[in-house]
């Protein structure tokens, strides 16, 4: 049984996303992406009023071992970002789905959504990258 | 294929997240990371390092071949079990390896090397031995495990031979003792307090459980590598390799140029550069803005590229980035580097930044 939440969409590159039924959605890194990481200890988030797209990088990650970035799985505006995380980047080792949330997003087309991965095909997608 | 060590499979049944280093599969972490540092920092922690190779040098001319090899000199070392740092250098004064040469008597010194290195390493000391009489032997029938922290000898000491506790409990930092195959040292890579221990590699599995049921934790290459940065120890490979000399990575203090007339591998070009202004300065740097330094982001005062991160990362006692690198002499006390096209201000420190647990900064 997995762990990975079924409210939940998923990016390739290991992104979560919650549909927030606003047109706005929130954005975080999977708990399996944390855990290839390892302790984070730095996080660069994005400022409120950028513009992202669908696969481009807008933060990042870094661990004890090395940076990484974290790609929007969508395209929009940020509207929100977690900037708890400026001083405790380890909610994201903790809570990755959760409080450890990255930033929120205004979206410009919200059929975005159904090209991401639900939360089966994601831990299919895991489960093969494991092997 | 990765080699293994004996300990291999106790990693695995302990969690150990295993990953490629030097030609070995060997524990990254068991969970933390972080933790693990803390560990060592504040109780005990211990390491498998049997990755590395432990090599005897035993004949009667051991001492005068190792006079030629190393940059520093063994003829300092006039106690059994005195141990001493040294690098190995090429003709061009770049460095080959760095390790540690203890005395055992006059015709027997054992040095310990690095894993990523080792082939390259025996193939030299096969080469310079030619005109020399004695044996070169890897003792791959050993284990090596290091215990650090300021609990570590008491914990270890617990677990060993009688006649290694009593021993072990005079050691002085830098001195080795005997007990058969065993052999303990009183040295380390974390800035901490602690013992390496060389054994048989079949004793090794019961030893590390001894060592578990003590209270010591295991920990893996993550936290060894920020527990050296800390210590302000270079990293082979990083700090230093076969094209930078002693002098150009902070470890002039290691070469021994008297007696003037010894002659050792290196000598001549290290004498020329000790001479040059010119030559780049080996530093340490405090990040103060945000961010992580990281190997080869690089340095610029104002729009003037100044140098190079040698080795980088987290500080997790400093709770700060760290890191050590070379740059253009008269560089000054503040720096910028480069992460991700932005400019983060760095100051630049003399290492080590953490000793016996505590901040060297000021």
């Known amino acids: 049984m997995s762990d990975t939440p079924k409210e939940l969409r998923y990016a390739k590159s290991h992104e979560w996303l919650r549909d927030e039924g606003d047109g706005t959605a929130t954005i975080g890194i999977s708990e399996h992406a944390q855990e290839l990481l390892g302790d984070l200890v730095f996080v660069d988030l994005p400022e409120v009023g950028t513009k992202v797209e669908a696969g481009g990088d807008c933060a990042v990650v870094e661990s004890v071992k090395a940076a990484s970035d974290v790609y929007s799985p969508v395209t929009g505006e940020v509207i929100e970002v977690n900037e708890s995380l400026d001083d405790a980047p380890e909610t994201i080792n903790e809570d990755a789905f959760g409080n450890g949330w990255m930033f929120k997003v205004k979206l410009d087309d919200a059929t975005e959504l159904d090209s991401l991965l639900d939360a089966d095909a994601y831990d299919a997608l895991v489960a093969e990258e494991d092997h | ?362």
């Open chain 2, 1 to 362: 294929m990765e080699k293994q060590t004996v300990l291999y499979e106790t990693h695995k049944s302990m969690g150990g997240k295993m990953v490629p280093f030097g030609g070995w599969d060997m524990p990254l972490h068991y969970g933390s990371q972080l933790e693990e540092h803390h560990q060592v920092r504040r109780d005990a922690g211990m390491f498998d390092v049997s990755h590395m190779t432990v090599v005897d040098l035993k004949g009667p001319q051991a001492k005068p071949y190792l006079r030629y090899l190393l940059a520093n000199d063994v003829d300092k070392l006039k106690t059994v079990g005195k141990a001493l740092y040294s690098c190995m250098l090429n003709e061009q004064g770049g460095v080959v390896d760095d390790l540690i040469v203890y005395y055992l008597n006059d015709d027997w010194f054992r040095m310990v090397v690095n894993a990523g290195t080792t082939e390259k390493d025996l193939a030299w000391l096969e080469k310079q031995a030619t005109d020399f009489d004695l044996t070169i032997t890897p003792r791959r029938d050993l284990a090596m495990i290091a215990v650090q922290g300021p609990n570590a000898r008491t914990k270890a000491l617990s677990r060993v031979s009688e006649k290694l506790q009593k021993a072990g409990a005079e050691l002085k930092p830098f001195n080795a003792v005997m007990d058969g195959d065993w052999f303990l040292a009183r040295t380390g890579y974390t800035g901490e307090d602690g013992f390496e221990i060389m054994l048989p590699g079949d004793q090794a599995e019961s030893f590390w459980q001894s060592l578990t049921d003590a209270g010591v934790v295991p920990c893996g290459l993550g936290a060894r590598d920020t527990l050296r940065l800390e210590a302000g120890m270079n990293l082979y490979g990083a700090d230093m390799d076969d094209e930078t000399s002693p002098l150009e990575s902070g470890l002039g203090w290691t070469i021994a140029w008297e007696p003037e007339d010894r002659d050792f591998i290196g000598r001549s070009v290290l004498q020329a550069q000790r001479k040059d202004p010119e030559k780049q300065r080996f530093i340490g740097l405090v990040l103060t803005g945000r961010g992580v330094l990281r190997n080869h982001l690089k340095l610029f005062d104002g729009d003037e590229p100044v140098g190079e991160i040698t080795s980088g990362g987290f500080a997790p006692t400093l709770e700060r980035s760290i890191a050590f690198a070379r740059v253009k002499p008269g560089t000054g006390e503040a720096c910028e580097v480069e992460i991700r096209g932005k400019r983060v201000s760095a100051q630049v420190v003399k290492p080590p930044f953490v000793r016996h647990g505590k901040s060297q900064l000021s």
